[in-house]
DNA sequence: CGCTGGTTTGAATTCTTTCAAACTATGTGG
DNA sequence: CCACATAGTTTGAAAGAATTCAAACCAGCG
């Protein structure tokens, strides 16, 4: 039985497999392979710095100089926006895997933070942009990472305007199974926190809770603890956020 | 006094002027001026096909190839998506003198539809994609398009998920203010619909209108008819928006 | 072992939605 | 030009979903 995870929407970013800490290039195997952001960025800057970041560490902040961008090598990063009047809303998580803070602009619009310990790769973004001039296939990828971004927060627009709390939990859960793999059994390892949660999703922490319990009980998802939840039925939570 | 509508986030669209139905380029007295994405266009596709469109009809549909990119010379164009169970989100609308449909896919992921009459030209993206080979300065603007999209997307992201009616309201009339430029005396025309305005804000069209009308009674707005707003407190209106 | 930060649960409140009906423009045909 | 039909908007009352406030609970940690 394959474990596809597919939404219906599964316009987020490609299907980068999630790779361990260092750089086999995956499937040497495979000849007509489009080379991703991620291995131009590692083939032009092999030595570029890496660092262990604590939990809650912020990478970068709003204003910030976009000079780096970065690579996830282990954790999960959390995009995040403020208002003056202290209200916080999560865009989007960063899986292990993916690169993040590459943006068309001087200055970062998202504050990324970690939410566990973490593991990132810094590279320059001046460089990158000097090899991209001469290099059709690596602007194609720019353009691709940026478009990717688009399609996603339009989806992700769709379900804050769109669906109640239940349905956002469940497409919630299917986009990080999704992107982060199941473990055996429909395992799925919740990083962040339930407040992290509940700020992606424009909900309360309180919902947040309830809404996972009520999936529980009714059957539809399993919460042995805090940060583990299987995906008891997985049609049933299709269901529910399909109907997005 | 200036009649500056600047928001806290002015990460729009940059404020393309509004330009009169044919193409005077504008201001030939500014020698630094940087060439818009439009002007590339007009200027690759002088011929371009110009089509007078009824209210209500579409451009092009989730799906749809998307070989073609459009500029919206009159009328106002709503961008939507739909789920299977018929629910409509409207992501955003777009104002003449912009450019809609571009976007980094083979298919559309969104449906384009006028909201009035409306006059578009269509110019062919492929012709677009060849130009942009050999001119940085173009790519550069296609890059810049897609990225302040999804500035945009982003900062709805924080309005769907973070805001109450009200300040949706608020920070919708600011950003439409923003874009469509107001008349005389703050009055601004809301060409769309109160049902496009709450498919756009994740509300009903029962609560829009009655927010509509609590502000208008607060005093921080006029309604003098349906199409028609004058913000009478702009900075009272502002301050509902910020709070963001 | 007691703290601390985070999570869960409960009860009351509030905001938004839902349902229903009235109202208003706009356009068509007589 | 009026009468009527229609689409869209506005208003009210009741219902519902999510939030707020408060307190209890739990797990990891010094």
Known sequence: MSLAVRLAYSN??????????????????????????????????????????????????????????YELVSGVVRLAKHTPGGRRHVLDFVMPGEVFGLIENPEHTVTAETVGDAVIVSYSRGALERAAANNPVLRRRLVSHISDNLLTAQQQLLILGCQDAREKIASFLLRLAERSGLRTGNRLELAMGRQDIADHLGLTIETVCRTIRALHRAGTINVPNVHDVTLSDLSGLRALAVEI
């Open 12 to 69: 987020s970013n490609p299907p980068q497999r999630i790779r361990s800490a260092f750089q086999p290039p995956a499937k040497p195997s495979d000849p007509a392979r489009t080379v991703t952001l991620l291995e131009h960025l590692r083939q032009l800057q092999p030595h570029a710095l890496r660092q262990s970041l604590p939990r809650n560490h912020t990478v970068f902040a709003e204003g910030d100089s976009t000079d780096q961008v």
